[in-house]
């Protein structure tokens, strides 16, 4: 059998060679080139925005930057919201939309409200009601609070929307209200 053909010359001389040993008889040695050699890495992503707002919808927290992460505080709740202007205790029956969120029980409702995109309108007519659920489709009416409302510098927490709600309680339920 004849020897393996020498490998084709390199057309840049390598700056060393891997030892013997890594040598493969039928490849030859692997060269190491020296760090000018490789591409530039590609440059950095700009800074994520701190909030993504969405036109008349919830603002949704942007990913954390690259190389960061975040620590989510223990005291959290799921709230289920309605979409916008939509009353379930006023229209039993029928088939609505919702989004279900993780929220901080300290967070006060009025900014609960802004976050949920209720940032426009009155102060008294903006707000948010809390629907408990029967069965069957039908709805209570809980409590109704507004953005302009003394109420509304609540936290979710004192209004009893806390970490057991969705676990040993029943879930929080939310229609929100555009004024």
């Known amino acids: 059998m004849p ?3 020498p490998p ?12 013997s040993g890594a040598c493969f008889a039928s490849h030859g040695c692997i060269p190491i080139f020296p760090p000018s050699a ?13 909030q993504v707002p969405t036109p008349n919808g919830p603002r949704v ?5 690259a190389g960061f992460d975040y620590l989510y505080p223990a005291a959290n709740t799921s709230i289920h919201v309605f979409t916008p202007n939509h ?3 006023e229209s039993p029956g029928t088939e609505a939309r919702f989004r279900i969120f993780k929220v901080y029980s ?9 976050s949920l995109g209720g940032t426009g309108g009155n102060d008294k007519k903006c707000g948010v009601t809390e629907c408990v659920e029967r069965g069957d489709g039908m709805w209570s009416k809980g409590a109704t609070v507004y953005r302009g409302d003394a109420a509304a510098s609540r936290t979710l927490a004192s209004m009893g929307w806390d970490h057991q709600r969705g676990d040993s309680r029943m879930p929080v ?3 929100l209200h555009w004024g």
Do not use: D, N, R
């Not at 084709?8 to 030892?19: F, G, N, R």
């Not at 591409?39 to 992503?45: G, S």
């Open 3 to 5: 020897p393996p053909a």
């Open 38 to 50: 490789l591409p530039a890495p590609a440059p950095a992503p700009p800074p994520a925005a701190a």
């Open 61 to 65: 927290e942007a990913p954390t930057p």
């Open 8 to 19: 084709p010359p390199y057309t840049h001389a390598p700056v060393s060679l891997q030892p």
């Open 173 to 175: 339920w939310l229609a």
């Open 87 to 89: 009353l379930p205790y």
């Open 106 to 114: 300290g967070v006060t409702i009025k900014q609960l409200i802004v």
